[in-house]
């Protein structure tokens, strides 16, 4: 039904932000909240796939278009819902997610959240061969003030993304090792560190 949004980032938490547009706030659940910062004069377009199910109705937000069209793939695979197409999309490395899935790397499938050996397999399956990569959109991350804050709230994304505590837990002290950092190159870290471990 929608393609996209444009409008002003009011709200953004570890889960989701919220997207107001023409006087209505539209709470869109991402991947990587932190790549946004609340403006009421810069507007962002945010690409969106609406999910019905028997609970209620739910908007996905997703970077570019290249995102969505992985995203709208991945929901294409029995077994994978929106969380966790939503999760397999926040780590950008999304050449690594396509040559994974090219060369038959379950292991590499296996690091995502609630991704087991057989939705690994499930993925290859469904999508080999099937997945490119073509950017539409120009990066549209804008830059977030510093504050002692920042690595939590990354964290915070982590596991409203399903990642288990033990193992945000042992990549930590690598993020904190880091520099200090704005929240979406601390997340950007910490799911780089995840596919590693």
């Given amino acids: 039904m929608y393609e ?3 409008g002003y980032v009011t709200e953004v938490t570890p ?3 919220v997207l107001e547009v023409q006087g209505v706030g539209y709470k869109l659940f991402v991947g990587n909240p932190y790549r946004y910062e ?3 004069e810069k507007q962002v377009k945010i690409y969106v796939h609406e999910a019905v199910s028997d609970t209620g109705i739910s908007l996905y937000g997703l970077f570019d278009a290249e995102d969505k069209e992985l995203f709208e793939k991945l929901l294409l695979v029995k077994g994978i819902g929106p969380k966790s197409a939503l999760a397999i999309l926040a780590n950008e490395d999304h050449s690594g997610l396509v040559a994974a899935i090219n060369n038959d790397d379950v292991a590499y499938l296996k690091k995502f959240p609630k991704i087991g050996p057989k939705a690994a397999q499930q993925i290859i399956l469904d999508l080999k061969g ?3 990569l073509n950017s539409v959109d120009p990066v549209q991350t ?3 003030p510093i504050g002692n804050h920042q690595l939590a709230d990354a964290l915070d994304a982590l596991t ?3 990642y288990a505590t033990r193992d945000i837990a042992k990549i930590k002290p690598d993020l904190e090792a880091d520099p200090v950092m704005t929240t979406d190159q601390y997340l ?6 995840l596919m590693k471990k």
Avoid: R
């Fill in 4 to 6: 996209y949004l444009i």
């Fill in 15 to 17: 889960e989701f932000v």
């Fill in 38 to 40: 609340v403006s009421h």
């Fill in 130 to 132: 099937k997945m490119t």
């Fill in 160 to 162: 409203a993304l399903g």
């Fill in 188 to 193: 950007s870290s910490g799911l780089k560190l």
């Fill in 142 to 144: 804008v830059a977030k």
